[in-house]
């Protein structure tokens, strides 16, 4: 006898059996107890939670000899027949390889036949939104009002696609994913009765990977069965690739103290290993998450399910909630970045190398610096270069940066903003020698909002810029964009004039694109097409964005050229007896008389 799959052999055959949905069982019993029946179903979950399985228990339900009952005895003729998928009275169609208004035609002209041997006809569509829209408006009219012999039950992964019309004519019950706990004791049950020997710690790990879904679980454990007779959280770690709990932790700690170097040795080994480069950032991403949730509520078991709260215990205080935050939204963008880039692990590189250098152009990681910033002049340290600080005078060799030394305001309600584009400033700040033994003034500013509120005003409009400079390709991705969502909205004449234009640099929050064309540039500085520039800039990037038109190499802003002065008219002689032929030359060419 041919090798009948685990999921296959275990599918459920009566309500019992069917793992998980509580809710879902009970509705449907009391519905076959009670003989209340609707007349079409539609069950929606995510896939692998049984929503076919329950069709078919439904349908054995309604037509056992023993029946409606909700309890079939699956010895009788129409039981095995449903069990065997050979009945005449359930028909079993797959919208997505049958979704056109044919073969719904098709369906609706059997609905006129009685059943062959039970009391139903039942007609199962799964994965029902796949229908197109001739063929929902040829089942609708159908679907209102059946036959009384004829149910319809509607299986689907996204009730969101399916039609209103649809919806109402049905009663409708959501599949919830399986518990992890659920799916264990489960798999411990099916592994025992197929002589399957599998450790606690591997049947878990594999309820976790199938995210809910049953059918997904037991395809996993047949797929480790035949890999070892004992299965082991490491073998099935082998044949899913996922990164193992010690190696994972071994890696985000590396990224906790920002040590660049044994971060980039973990993903090489990783990589090594046969290890998928996106597995391994999602994994990173999981364990961040469970981080922050550890730090927030520790009473929440959920992050237990991907480390021990020993092990959270000892990672937590590498990172803040910022820190945390700002590494998530890298994370997910390096993700995102995977689907299109032909060299993935240089994605990866670049993102680890973000995540210990705590850089990123996100709101999340900002806050994260601006938090590191003050608390380094909060110590008495004024901040310099990335990873070096520089202390403040107590020598008179030593250079310190000084700050000037104006009133400064609270740094309460300081938008990030204008923190973020002021910070290049304060990084680049020339160093100079200070005078030996000067102490600092009482209204010296001690936080980085006051620092940062001390520092020169830069210049409102800079021609002469370099080229290419500060995260430029965030620049040109916004700019892109920009252009985009304009033409979207049908702002033709201002696309026209953009268009002209060409990033220059992104830096300090400042973007500044250049034109060839002077009056372009003029025109993009006026503040109705600015403004409007910098508000969709502002819903792209989630942070005021200012936008610096400038002709680049220009040293000064275009000039209009100098109007050219008429000279005055000489004062006219009156000449008396001029004749005809010289007056009509002088009225044609103008210019004045004079009598020689």
Known sequence: MAYVALYRRWRPQDFDTLVGQQAVKTALSNALASGRIAHAYLFAGPRGTGKTSTARILAKALNCDKGPTAHPCGECLNCERITAGASMDVIEIDAASNRGIDEIKSLRDQTAYAPVNGRYKVFII???????????NALLKTLEEPPAHVIFILATTDPHKIPATIHSRCQRFDFRRVTVEEITDHLAMVAEKSSITADREAL???????????????????????????????TVRE?????GRETLRELVQAIGRQDLSATLAKLNFLLEQGKDVRQVLTEAAEYLRALLLYKAAPSYQEVYLTDTAEALAESAPLFNNDR??????????????????VRPRITAELCLFDLCRQEGSTLAALAMRVANLESRLASGVVPSEFGQSIP??????????????????????EPASKMKASLPNLEAAPKTETKPAVKPQASQPKTLASALTDLPKAQAQVVEVEEYGGDFATGEEY??????????????????????????????????????AAFQCDRMNKEDYRKVFEDVLLRIARQSIRLECVVPGAAKPVAKAPVKKEQAPL??????????AVKKAHNIFGGTLHEL
């Open 392 to 413: 403040k005078a107590n020598a008179p060799s030593e250079k310190v940066q000084e700050l000037p030394k104006q009133k400064a305001p609270s740094q309460n309600g």
């Open 324 to 341: 945390l935050m700002a590494a998530e939204e890298r994370l997910h963008a390096a993700l995102g970045e995977l689907r299109w880039t």
């Open 126 to 136: 799964d994965e029902v939104h796949m229908l197109s829209t001739e063929a929902f």
């Open 571 to 580: 004062p006219e002689t009156k000449v008396e007896n001029v004749p005809d």
């Open 479 to 516: 700019w892109s964009k920009a252009l985009e969502i304009l033409a979207a909205e049908k702002k033709i004449a201002m696309v026209s004039c953009a268009k002209g234009g060409k990033v220059v640099s992104y830096h300090g929050g400042v973007l500044r694109v250049g034109f060839k």
């Open 239 to 243: 044949v899913l690739g996922i990164v």
């Open 204 to 234: 878990r790990l594999i309820a976790i990977q199938s995210e809910g879904g049953m059918r997904d679980a037991l395809s996993l454990l047949d797929q480790c069965g035949v890999m070892t007779q004992q299965i082991t959280a490491a």
